[in-house]
């Protein structure tokens, strides 16, 4: 572990003396909010990373990106490598994912129960930009953002790509891209394909957690008049996927590939995803304009293993209106949500009704943030035998902003954001899947203070945040499980600061150093006569380090290597603080090759150099293991 860390240390520590030349470093400008600004004079802190970046990262899924390049940490939730586990700014690996809500083009990807986003829908040769904003964003994005929003905008571009890779443990991937832009008409169609021959086994025949899916998109916009712009986008998925179930402490440290001694030793799941929207963009006046938009949503997720499927049907649709002149910047607007899930025994429904307002004045240097959001969240419960039950929240979004500019490369800015978590509709039943009881939605206090520095050989930002909690929502695992239980934490508290720092030694050498310290802690808690008050809480690392070297020998070439560490942490149940066996450390080196000349490029890269074992701590003797062997995939893209 030391040597690999050292490494890439002492290479940037030597390089360091290095006269930096000609760099083209600049402000990225802030795309997926309906008022635009650039990162330096931002009132929130913000990562922005475009699709060279996606590229030359050579990921399999988005959730590896987000993983290795980015602040945010992913996990396989449970073995699944289709729906992974999402944490930022220290809401844990466990239940963090539903304190971030993801928006794709706008459209959230959020479900109404406790299944994570589903990032594997979206090829990563389809990405334009991914901004992530921490701690921020509810005033648009509402019900969970509790930890902000990570924005995903795909690609509107004039060029046909087709890309393929093929790779240990049987994996292959096959992916296109084909847009096309002039005055009029714009369109993108997207398509990939992936499968992956597994690892663990799952059974005593050989057979290992095999997995496949794929997934189509396109978008079209079409200008009817020079101020009014028609769209319309579609998306569909399907995965088959097996992953295998946990191993205990002797297993793990033995083989990791080993077969689960649990009863299902593994889980089959089929899952499929399709989705219709359409758009309208009108340009009232040169100042005024109006935007509307309209998603529908249909999913299965069949568990084979167990006989349990689920069918959901979402209906979304938003409006807003901007007002935007030389200094001052204001956006109204109002969003609908209607879910409901089918199982054989009931039905639950979740319905969203917010309205919302935000401005930004530009007065010199100095630029102001401040907006309001509402929130009506209902539910109804509707078991096919029994009474009918309904709960109603009524929730307040808020958001305050300054950022001043020093000069043209520096700015320190300050936030504070009111956000709110409602529970999703699995939080009201029990093990047993009968009715439990509603909760209450969760509720945040987040104060930001940040500094960015960017010039033509340094991107620097540092920001320092506290978050204070109330009703965080867990889930209570009674060691007995009998009294095991979805509740609310009293209070808590969240407090650290991120860093993240692009360094241009030269024009054939860089360095991107991303760091994340964190405390989470349980203020006020007591459930089935245990004091959780004053532990921190489960599943949060308090150190995350991603760091990566590139060095470009030539024109064509790229050589990278990245590290990733995260500090060891308590079980995901380890609410009292006691478990025998705590998270493990989490450590993997990849290296990566690129050669690329006008329109095609191959590329190699191998995860995991040094075979490092990682896992996901449930509780003890209960490990899923997780990019705990080296792989390596080698591929070829073609661009026109």
């Known amino acids: 572990m030391q040597k690999t860390i050292k490494l890439p240390l002492l290479l940037g520590a030597l390089l360091s003396q290095l006269l930096a030349q000609e760099v083209t470093l600049a402000p990225l400008e802030i795309t997926s909010t309906a008022i635009k600004t650039d990162e330096l004079?931002?009132?929130?802190?913000?990562?922005?990373?475009?699709?060279?970046?996606?590229?030359?990262?050579?990921?399999?899924?988005?959730?590896?990106f987000l993983n290795q390049q980015t602040s945010v940490i992913t996990m396989p939730s449970y073995g699944n490598p289709f729906s992974q586990k999402i944490d930022m700014r220290?809401?844990?690996?466990?239940?963090?994912?539903?304190?971030?809500?993801?928006?794709?083009?706008?459209?959230?990807?959020?479900?109404?129960?406790?299944?994570?986003?589903?990032?594997?829908?979206?090829?990563?040769?389809?990405i334009e930009r991914i901004e992530i904003i921490k701690a921020g964003g509810v005033v648009e994005?509402?019900?969970?953002?509790?930890?902000?929003?990570?924005?995903?905008?795909?690609?509107?571009?004039n060029h046909?790509?087709?890309?393929?890779?093929?790779g240990s443990y049987n994996t292959f991937d096959g992916t296109f891209n084909i847009g096309h832009i002039d005055n009029k008409l714009s369109y993108n169609l997207n398509g990939e394909a992936q499968k992956h021959g597994g690892i663990r086994y799952i059974d005593d025949n050989g057979h290992k957690a095999e997995n496949k899916f794929s997934n189509f998109s396109f978008d079209i916009a079409y200008k009817v008049l020079e101020n009014l712009e028609l769209r319309a986008n579609g998306l569909t998925s399907n995965i088959d996927v097996w992953y295998a179930s946990s191993l205990t402490l002797d297993q793990y440290n033995e083989d990791p590939t080993q077969k689960s001694n649990s009863f299902f030793a593994g889980v089959h799941q089929k899952s499929s995803s399709d989705v219709i929207g359409t758009g309208v963009t009108y340009d009232i006046s040169n100042a005024i304009s109006l935007d509307m938009n309209y998603n529908h949503e249909y999913k299965t997720s069949n568990y084979v293993t167990y006989n349990s499927e689920y069918k959901y049907s979402y209906n979304s649709a938003d409006a807003v209106v901007k007002y935007i002149k030389e200094n001052f910047e204001v956006i109204a607007g109002g969003y609908l949500f209607d879910g409901n899930r089918k199982a054989s025994t009931n039905v639950t429904t979740k319905k969203n009704l917010a309205a919302f307002v935000k401005t930004n004045?530009?007065?010199?240097?100095?630029?102001?943030?401040?907006?309001?959001?509402?929130?009506?969240?209902?539910y109804e419960y509707a078991p096919s035998t029994g009474n009918t039950l309904n709960q109603d929240d009524a929730l307040h979004g808020i958001e305050l902003g300054y950022n001043h500019m020093i000069d043209k490369e520096q700015s320190v800015f300050f936030n504070y954001a009111k956000a709110y978590q409602a529970p999703n509709i699995d939080r009201f039943f029990n093990n047993g899947g009968t009715f439990n009881q509603f909760i209450k939605p969760s509720k945040s206090n987040s104060f930001t203070l940040g500094y960015n520095k960017i010039t033509k050989t340094n991107k620097l930002k540092l920001s320092i945040y506290y978050i204070d909690m109330k009703d965080e929502i867990y889930y209570y695992a009674d060691p007995t499980y009998v009294n095991s239980k979805n509740t609310n934490i009293d209070k808590s508290h969240k407090y650290g600061f991120d860093l993240y720092d692009k360094y241009l030694f030269s024009q054939t050498l860089n360095a991107i150093f991303n760091y994340n310290y964190v405390q989470a802690i349980i203020d006020n808690?007591?459930?089935?006569?245990?004091?959780?008050?004053?532990?921190?809480?489960?599943?949060?690392?308090?150190?995350n380090v991603k760091a990566t070297l590139n060095y470009l020998p030539n024109s064509f070439t790229t050589l990278a290597i990245t590290e990733v560490y995260r500090s060891s942490a308590y079980a995901a149940n380890d609410f009292n603080n006691n478990f025998?066996?705590?998270?493990?450390?989490?450590?993997?080196?990849?290296?990566?090759?690129?050669?690329?000349?006008?329109?095609?490029?191959?590329?190699?890269?191998?995860?995991?150099?040094?075979?490092?074992?990682n896992g996901l701590w449930i509780r003890d003797d209960a490990i899923y293991p997780v990019n705990f062997t080296t792989t390596a995939i080698f591929g070829l893209n073609l661009k026109y």
């Open 41 to 64: 004079q931002s009132t929130d802190a913000v990562e922005i990373y475009t699709a060279k970046d996606i590229e030359k990262a050579h990921v399999q899924n988005i959730y590896e």
């Open 90 to 126: 220290g809401f844990g690996i466990g239940d963090g994912y539903e304190n971030i809500v993801i928006k794709v083009n706008g459209r959230r990807l959020n479900n109404i129960d406790g299944v994570p986003q589903l990032l594997a829908s979206i090829s990563p040769d389809a």
């Open 141 to 157: 994005a509402g019900d969970g953002a509790n930890a902000g929003v990570i924005n995903i905008i795909t690609k509107k571009s």
């Open 160 to 166: 046909t790509q087709i890309g393929f890779y093929a």
């Open 361 to 378: 004045i530009y007065l010199g240097k100095n630029t102001l943030k401040a907006g309001y959001r509402y929130e009506k969240v209902s």
């Open 525 to 543: 808690e007591t459930e089935n006569g245990e004091d959780y008050s004053g532990n921190k809480l489960p599943g949060v690392s308090n150190h």
């Open 580 to 613: 025998t066996q705590k998270q493990e450390a989490y450590t993997s080196t990849d290296i990566s090759c690129t050669y690329a000349k006008k329109n095609w490029e191959v590329f190699a890269k191998i995860n995991n150099l040094f075979n490092q074992k």
